[in-house]
């Protein structure tokens, strides 16, 4: 059995994985951002104790444990390099968490953590390789290659939310302009539709909406219903959507394309409209295969199942 | 020593490499395109004899031998899938050559040969990784990862050439809009001089190239006199090159950018004016390492020298 930890910005959850992948056993503990890191770190490591407590597992019958942490993570040392969530910077948690258990814990991102999760035993289950793009209020990413984890040599890699796929394009949050993230986020879309309610005060948007703030389920009711100007801007959103999955297929030629956050959950609503648009920005696609896109499966469990399989390093 | 292959559209160019990365010995065969493929992977396999002979070094000698090939290979079973230059489909080259030789023969794309060499004994030498550009008549790419060629789970993959940089841009040879290759190639930079010439009758550009096609070099040599529209026309093209770099260290992080092909000729002034236009398309560069950007120092022995290195599958 492994343990996996996801550690988010509001709880910390934990969970006893066993061989089929199946969570046996739970645990949560609310994140409290104004302890000190040391005292935090000492905190989740004690949550570990409670879930096996509970569970009445010993830790002797735990074969692997890690931790899914969001922000740039340093997996080889196993130090939080910077999150901005919980505004750390080198934090020595891996190390800390080893020192207290005496046995390896290994560290990774938690976006990469719940790739690996949705690979291993969820929507990718059985392949080798996917990419994972969670459209909500950003573009999250994780690239999966032969069931690990894969960033690139250098920290910081992988950033698929942040390729330019519009030079002098919208401005992003992450101050660059013309961000996949700035057209293929759940937030991007909301945007299209506010713009939308602005200019055109009579349209079935605006009504739905009644004046609070457009979402994007709204959006998609109208679209669903019939209305033209949504389903104008629902296809100008697939399109820049279906650009950047195209890029992600023309560079890694995974065997797998996922799709999570709060836009996946139309599912195949989603997948339908979308993969014959993606197959338009595909290079040379009567030679080389373009892999299936489906949604995630697995939503918070994929975090806590991708760190029970970590790897050091 | 190992014997390295170079399958041009021109010419088939052998070399002998030894221990220390040089080209001991040389032999080239002229591309005959009429021959059928069997009779041509026949001629490139004696050809090998030739290149053994002059050199007086026995077959047995050598302990490695692969051959680059443009086009799309599958590396595990050594056939070229499909060839546009010499129009080849479908062809058993890799296993022919071993029944040939009674021995291993590894195939790789050209371009992905020419990366591993650079990274191996040239611009790349004591680095583990590096993404090579060719700004040529289109952009090729070579991603090298742990001293490997990286070309992702399913064939086709790594065409960063064709990565959309601009949606709804400039058309690409590929039938795509917005590729970096229609962006960044030397073909796009010559395109964006003659319509300079047609816009500008009197300009220093149109008084160079005498009515003849405008070259790269004509229009970075007007840059270098201090011409206003070239130096503008010059800072356009980089411009759309560094957001191509910058979409490829924010994908892989490499330890380097190695770039090749004719506008690479221009070596540090190109890099320089370069490098800090890349910084402003990397994501959270504060946070991690932008990788240094070099040209290729190899030219044609890059391809021979990665050929001889290469693995099977």
Known sequence: ?????????????????????????????????????????????????????????????????????????????????????????????????????????????????????????????????????????????????????????????????????????????????GCLEAYASASALMKLGETLVADKADCALAKACQGNKVTAKMIFDCNDAGDQDCQELVLKYLHSLALGIGNVVNIFRPELIILGGGVANRKEKLTQQLTPLVDTYVFGRKDSEVPPIVTSVLGNDAGIIGAAHLCKG
Chains 1, 2 share one sequence.
Request: with cysteine.
């Open 1 to 177: 059995m492994k343990v996996g930890i996801d550690f988010g910005g509001m709880s910390v959850k934990y969970g006893v994985v066993d061989e089929e992948n199946q969570i046996i056993a739970r645990y949560t503990l609310e994140t409290d951002i104004k302890a000190s890191p040391t005292d935090f770190v000492e905190a989740i490591a004690k949550g570990v104790d409670s879930l096996l407590a509970q569970a009445q597992i010993p830790l002797e019958r735990i074969d692997n444990m890690g931790v899914g942490c969001p922000g740039i993570i340093d997996r080889q040392s196993g130090k939080v390099v910077y999150s901005n969530n919980i505004d750390w910077h080198d934090v020595d948690m891996g190390r800390q968490l080893e020192a207290y258990f005496r046995r390896d814990v290994a560290m990774a991102n938690d976006a990469d953590t719940a790739g690996l999760g949705e690979v291993l035993a969820g929507a990718g289950k059985g392949k080798q390789s996917a990419v994972l793009l969670t459209l909500g209020t950003g573009v999250g990413s994780s690239v999966i290659m032969e069931k690990k984890i894969w960033t690139g040599p250098l920290m910081g890699g992988c950033e698929l939310g942040h390729m330019t796929i519009h030079g002098n394009g919208e401005f992003c949050t992450c101050g660059k302009q």
